[in-house]
């Protein structure tokens, strides 16, 4: 049994974010495994020992700060989580919220988790993009969109290479961060369904549960191929 947490899923489902929960419930059930998703917010009691894999999509910004309120008094369980290697993806500016801080356009800083060394700041302007990146972690490309007004700072540890678009800044040829089975990246879209042969990827580190045969033949891996091939 895989079992997905869905964290803050009223509050941070910008651009039909859930849909990656179905991207994976679908992969996981085309294994002939069973899964269950349970949908986590501030009012529930976050168990971080008890899901393969934690998601958190894309908020508003006064949505993001609700959430980081929340999601703070859980720290300690939340950095011990990543380094069992329990899996987090994290969408949009939700990965921004395991930095230092936010900082805002007027100079006022926001402290994160600090779970990591990145920090994110607001800027004046907004990116809003298809990308193609390349990752190591797999041969085919990475697609998605940027739809932010925020730029991640301070990071050496990159999860994508910039073929087209903008990366972590405008001009960055870097974007996304992994830590162990920690994924965080800006690309929404939603990025596994649009990336099927990531997703994959990602489910096949769940502690060897899931081996995988993909089945090429369904949807989201023709249109990723189609997509591909029209670039």
């Known amino acids: 049994m895989i079992k997905i947490a869905h964290l803050y899923y009223d509050l941070m489902n910008l ?3 859930s849909g990656n929960i179905k991207a994976l419930l679908k992969h996981i059930e085309d294994q002939k495994q069973k899964c269950e998703v349970h949908f986590l917010s501030v009012e529930d009691i ?9 998601y958190m999509g894309m ?6 700060i ?5 999601l703070i008094k859980y720290k300690k369980e939340i950095e011990k989580a990543i380094e069992n290697n329990k899996i987090f993806i994290t969408t949009g500016n939700s990965h921004e919220l395991f930095g230092e801080y936010i900082e805002k356009l007027n100079g006022t800083k926001i402290d994160c988790l600090k779970i990591f060394d990145y920090y ?8 809003i993009e298809e990308q193609i990146y390349t990752t190591n972690l797999i041969a085919q ?3 998605g969109l940027h739809n932010r007004s925020s730029i991640i700072k301070n990071t050496n540890q990159y999860l994508f290479e910039v073929i087209k678009g903008s990366g972590y800044e405008p001009e960055s040829k870097y974007e996304g961060y992994k ?5 965080g990246t800006y690309l929404v879209g939603p990025l596994l369904i649009r990336n099927p042969y990531f997703t994959d990827y990602i489910l096949n580190n769940i502690n060897s549960k899931i081996h995988y045969t993909p089945n090429l033949n369904s949807l989201d891996y023709k249109a990723y191929h189609e997509f591909i091939n029209n670039l």
């Open 15 to 17: 651009y039909g974010e």
């Open 46 to 54: 976050i168990d971080f020992t008890s899901y393969d894999i934690y």
């Open 59 to 64: 908020g508003s910004e006064e949505n993001q």
């Open 66 to 70: 609700i959430v980081l309120e929340d």
């Open 120 to 127: 994110s700041r607001e800027i004046d302007f907004r990116i």
């Open 141 to 143: 490309k990475i697609i």
């Open 179 to 183: 830590y162990h089975n920690f994924y």
